[in-house]
């Protein structure tokens, strides 16, 4: 509701409307006070009505032009106040000059409105000066208020103004830090497809170089008299290698230079176990169990899986230490389920920056699955991951 009412009253036409609703409500009282006889507008009745459309109607520009509306009603309030001396000045007029000089304090610099505001209280020093000398006596007690009123409205003025400039300046840096926040998570996405590239570059790849050495040693062992198997069999160890070499120039950019890197094998659940005590000897109280019958993995799924629960196990150990963490792997007929919980204390929603459950999400989305995390009820944190096996 509070932010529904921000951008209405940041609408130039429903400031405008406002704006000009103001001053006709202070000219009806002004008028109904003028046709009324009433002793604070005592004068002639066309200067009444003058002075009180000099006063009122450029209240609708206080906003696009606050210097020149404080001037023009402070000039018409002084000028109603000096006709009445000495009775007091019109009720309206003054509540039209408060609200001008407090237009000055939001709309304007500072340095321009000072001069505004001294200039208005020497005027109505002067005025009272004048209308007490050449007139029948003017009450100081009559004009003084106005000047004090005035110097507070302004005052109330620039506090709204400084109030409202570092809204704007926290909502812009809100802005800019939105936007960096999405960047990051469309560079971690991508960085993330670039890895999953690069490990399922280096399983296909290897296997697909399998198939040939395989082809090959085939085809050498074949018997002369079955050339069309022969001739399959070479036709499918020109193909893999063309396939290999073709995916070595696509994706082979993407892998690191680091030797040893490029040269270890890939990892898998089979590695779990030294995984976790990897993970423990750096002060994480780690379990985990295996449930289900454990079976052969395709090679992309099963490092998906064991990168899931190398993350999780990451995030774990930087944000929810000390905790006690439990892993279970759970394999069933058609998929397989990983479920890392913990009864840490760490509070962040998407545990660091996001770029860890980025990565986890486009791990299993590859593969059609699903995950979930969050935070548990009874505290902690709990990452659910299910890997479809078969599914592309």
Known sequence: MWARLRRLSADRRFQRGSDALLAGGILAASLVEVGAGSAEWSGSAAVEIALALACTVPLVWRRSHPIV???????????????????????????????????????????????????????????????????????????????????????????????????LKLEHLTGELEAERDARAREAVTVERARIARELHDVVAHNISVMGVQAAAASRIMQADEPEVRNALAAIETTGREMVDEMRRMLGILRRSDDELALAPQPSLRGLGALVEQVRAAGLDVESRIEGDPRVLPAGLDLSAYRIVQEALTNALKYAAPARVEVVVRYTEDAVVIEVSDDGSGTSAGRGTGNGLVGMRERVALFGGELRAGRRVEGGWALHATLPIGAT
């Open 69 to 167: 509306v404080a001037v023009v009603v402070a000039a018409g309030a002084l000028a109603a106040g000096a006709v009445v001396a000495p009775v007091q000045g019109p009720f309206e007029v003054f509540v039209a000059l408060e609200i001008a000089l407090y237009s000055v304090g939001v709309h304007s610099e500072k340095q321009p409105g000072l001069r505004v505001l001294a200039a208005v209280s020497v005027a109505g020093a002067l005025c009272w000066l004048a209308v007490s000398r050449v007139g029948d006596g003017a009450n100081y007690g009559d004009w003084f208020p106005g000047i004090v009123w005035g110097i507070f409205a302004w005052g109330v003025g620039r506090v709204i103004r400084a109030y409202n400039l570092r809204m």
